[in-house]
Structures are given as C-alpha cells and as structure tokens.
C-alpha cells in the first residue's frame, strides 16, 4: 500500500459543481500538503498544514478550501470548480528534523469542462 | 516572494554524455531537494542537501548545495537512457517549518 494515497485518481466535472479530492497519509507525518502541477509550471502550493489545527494558505490558494480531519487525512475542496482549475493535484506530507523531504501521493488529474 | 529558477528546461542529451542541471533562487535558505517524476507519475525523492557545500550521489546522479551562491547542481555522469525524465528541484522557504517551492523542472530526454 502506498504511503500517501489520493482519491479519486481522475475526475471529471462541471464547472460550477463542488468537488473534494482527499489524501490519506501512513507515514506518520504531521506536515501535509496539496500542490497543484500544470505544463511549464512545476507545481505550486495550494495549502498546507503543519498539524490538525494548523491551516496555512500557499501560493495559489483563491478558490480552494481545505479541511484537515486528522493527523493523517487532508482534503482539498474546489467550491465552484472554473476550466482554469484543470490540473494534477499532488498530496505531500513532510516530517520534522532530520526527515524534513516531502513524499508524495500518486496525484489526481482533475478535468473541468 | 520566492523564486526558484533552473536551467535548461528542457534537455536532449546522448547516453554516455555528461550535464549539469542548475538551480538557483531568490532568498536564504539551507534546505534544497531533488525530485524526479516519469510521465504520468508522482514525485520521487532522489536527494536531501541541508547545509552549504552538502553533496550527495546516487549512482550517475550527483547533488550539491551552495547556499552562499543560491544555487544547487545535479550532474548527470554517462547518461543512460533510464535516466530520461523531469527533475525538480524544490527549495523550503522557512527556516522552522517546511514549506517546499518547486522549480518548473528540467525535462531530460536521453537518447541512446
């Protein structure tokens, strides 16, 4: 089983709907973290959390909410997805001194048409 | 605001060659990480360099961090073609926490 796991793995919605994307983590790690990838990019932050009360906006946060569960879930939510929020969207979790790299889930390519 | 910049964006380059990957970006930092990610898939973990003049080596790749210079290298030694994919480098912005700004990543295409 993987350690970060993304669901679902692909969708397709319409523009104006709701849609959650949701990660759930094994490893233990306090740190999570959505990122969003498009062509020429790279991938830029959406949120992130340091722990379960602890919600931090990124780079690119308009549009996006997220709700951290638990230690070991984080979703992200698109509250009227647009066609510009098509993209591949990466769940991370970071831990803490010496462990500090970000491992990532398997992403969820998200279409809005 | 953060910029984390590399070069070439894109790199075609004949198995046995040499090359280096550059990296550079905006602001202090001592913690810098390299990804590969294969067409379709997610991020892979290739190197951690925490402090100034840090190098790593994992096979035909090489890392390494000047954080005086702001800029971090991967050299590619005799490319294989199983070397063929994009390579990110990622910078975290926070000296107390971890918040990772990725580079538009350095496409690499191997060809035998």
């Known amino acids: 089983d993987a350690d970060v796991t993304q669901t679902p793995r692909n969708r397709i919605t319409k523009t104006g709907k709701r849609i959650m994307l949701e990660c759930s983590q094994t490893?233990?790690?306090?740190?999570m973290y959505w990122y969003r990838q498009d062509p020429g990019l790279g991938l830029r932050l959406i949120y992130y959390s340091f722990d379960v009360k602890d919600i931090n906006k990124g780079e690119i946060s308009d549009g996006y909410s997220v709700s951290r569960q638990a230690q070991a879930k984080f979703s992200l939510s698109l509250e009227s997805a647009i066609p510009n929020q098509t993209a591949l969207y990466f769940c991370a979790v970071s831990g803490t001194g010496g462990k500090t790299e970000a491992f990532f889930g398997q992403g969820t390519r998200l279409t809005v048409v | 605001e953060l910029k984390v910049e590399q070069n070439p964006l894109f790199l075609s380059m004949q198995e046995g060659k040499n090359y280096t990957i550059y990296c550079n970006y905006s602001t202090t930092s001592d913690r810098l990480y390299w990804y590969r990610q294969d067409p379709g898939k997610s991020l892979e973990s290739l190197f951690v360099l925490l402090s100034n003049g840090a190098v790593k080596q994992e096979g035909r790749l090489m890392a390494s961090l000047d954080t005086k210079a702001r800029l971090s290298t991967l050299h590619i030694t005799a490319a294989v073609h199983d070397l063929s994919a994009t390579y990110f480098c990622?910078?975290?912005?926070?000296?107390?926490?971890?918040?990772?700004?990725f580079g538009t990543g350095t496409s690499l295409t191997v060809i035998p």
């Open positions: 490893k233990g790690h306090d740190r």
């Open positions: 990622a910078v975290d912005m926070s000296g107390t926490g971890n918040q990772f700004y």
